[in-house]
């Protein structure tokens, strides 16, 4: 958690300047620059790979803290920058428009009106969907780490101004969409950033939204973003509807800008209310989805293949790029687990070259829990891959069926003892990868019934002797 003392720059906009918690925000930076605060490149240097396995084994933690920001990254950090700046654009802390407000809800404040006049939120709302396992948890996260969690002010122009500015927080829906679940959850987030003890919530609904209201107003909350709000199609009926009620006075009464992120069924959640689906989107909608095998992977893949730790580096080339990439389904997270289960089943061994082999021995290691899952990414990955490519080029297949291109292994073989679905010999090994990639077999085999009518004859094992499929002497049939 990053505490900071208050720094002040000047705002970019006029009327944001004289406004503390706008100022106190990091000053705005080019993307060049911000590529440096979304990505993290880890060092690998050469003396590394000469130590002992068990020592090179350990440096591939570095491979999980691995951050290569996508395109897209860089259009959610801007839209969320833009929705704190505004949020706070109407909440300056020596305006008494902002101590009328923060004394006072809407419902009950007096009729006296501020000389600055009454507050008028500028709450917005930000919605980010996308198939669970694409990186939208783990992108809002790298966004939010460019932000300080807390930033502690003494004083601002020589007055006097202390108080905490609680930047943003971050929870994830109850599952049973209760409004009293979330309530703690934020009440619980907001004591661990102010460092203060646990509040004792309230023991009833309203004078729960009373308590979570003016703890949010105190601690000028800049954003609240909740996660997994695909939970409210699991709730029970009516349960939906409250906790976005309760959502929506948020940025309709205390002007707190909101983060959604869901999984696909939240936005026809949505779409259902015009005016739920309006003020969600307000400040950018955003569709995470997984990457495409171009040059967004072409970045990614490079950035990662240079975490090697083997004694003998192996280059990177497209047949293991796009092995990687088909293993992964695109999915960056299984990118990483995988490349690092290969690695880690290698060192140490007689022959540490990373193949299209280790890595499939890497995936299956990699991926067991949620192999059915990642499974249903490949085959939704592989058809998005198929339309993409067949509006770039029709297909030249007669029948209209897509043709399914055979890659021959380039590599050495590599044998991985005890597993027998792979070639053990390399005389074997581009005609059995021949057979076990291809999808139409039957163009491959020049008697269909040859099996059949040996079952038939005296003499099964002439016959395929004869056929030249069978083989009982390789040592002088190669010899």
């Not at 703690?184 to 979570?212: F, W, Y």
């Not at 021995?361 to 949620?370: E, N, R, Y």
Request: include cysteine; proline fraction near 6%.
């Amino acid at each position: 958690m990053r505490i900071e003392k208050a720094t002040y720059y000047s705002a970019i906009l006029p009327e944001h300047r004289g406004n503390p918690l706008i100022e106190a925000l990091p000053p705005k930076v080019e993307d060049a620059e911000l590529v440096d605060r979304l990505s993290n490149y880890p060092e690998r240097i050469f003396q590394e790979t000469t130590l002992r396995a068990i020592e090179r084994v350990e440096y591939l933690t570095r491979l999980k803290e691995l951050r290569q920001p996508l395109p897209l990254y860089f259009e959610v950090f801007r839209a969320i920058e833009m929705a704190i700046k505004e949020g706070y654009s109407t909440k300056n802390p020596f305006s008494p428009t902002t101590m009328n407000y923060l004394h006072y809800s809407i419902d009950n404040r007096p009729t006296v009106e501020p000389r600055t006049g009454f507050f008028q939120p500028k709450g917005s709302g930000i919605t980010i969907i996308g198939e669970s396992g694409v990186g939208k948890t783990c992108m809002i996260e790298q966004v939010l780490n460019c932000f300080p969690d807390v930033i502690e002010h003494k004083y601002y122009q020589e007055k006097l101004l202390a108080m905490p500015q609680v930047v943003w927080i971050k929870v994830d829906c109850p599952d049973d969409s209760s409004v009293k679940g979330l309530c703690h959850r934020i009440l619980e987030q907001l004591d661990r950033k102010l460092g203060v003890p646990a509040t004792k919530p309230a023991a009833t609904i309203a004078l729960l939204l009373e308590q979570i209201e003016a703890k949010m107003k105190s601690s000028f909350l800049g954003v609240l973003i909740i996660d997994e709000m695909q939970n409210l199609n699991l709730a029970k009926a009516g349960g939906a509807d409250r906790l976005l009620g309760f959502l929506h006075n948020l940025v309709n009464n205390l002007g707190i800008p909101l983060l959604f992120c869901a999984n696909p069924p939240f936005d026809k959640l949505l779409s259902k209310s015009f005016k739920s689906a309006r003020r969600a989107e307000s400040s950018g909608y955003f569709d995470v989805s997984l990457i495409n095998n171009d040059d967004e992977w072409e970045l990614f893949v490079d950035e990662l293949w240079d975490l090697q730790w083997t004694n003998v580096e192996t280059p990177l080339d497209k047949p293991l790029s796009d092995k990687l990439y088909s293993l992964s389904a695109g999915n960056m997270d299984l990118a990483v687990r995988i490349y690092y289960s290969a690695q880690k089943a290698v060192i140490g061994t007689t022959d540490e070259r990373i193949t299209e082999s280790v890595l499939e021995l890497g995936a299956s290691i990699a991926i067991k829990a949620t192999r059915p899952y990642t499974e249903e990414l490949r085959r939704k990955q592989n058809l998005s891959d198929l339309k993409r490519v067949s509006k770039k080029k029709p297909s030249s297949a007669t029948d209209g069926t897509p043709q399914k291109v055979v890659t021959t292994l380039k590599s050495e073989l590599i044998t991985i003892p005890g597993d027998l679905s792979r070639p053990h010999h390399p005389e074997f090994s581009s005609a059995l990868t021949e057979l076990q990639s291809s999808e139409r077999l039957g163009e491959l085999i020049l008697d269909t019934g040859l099996i059949q009518k040996a079952a038939e004859d005296e003499e099964p094992l002439e016959t395929l002797k004869g056929a030249g499929v069978l083989c009982d002497d390789p040592l002088s049939t190669f010899s």
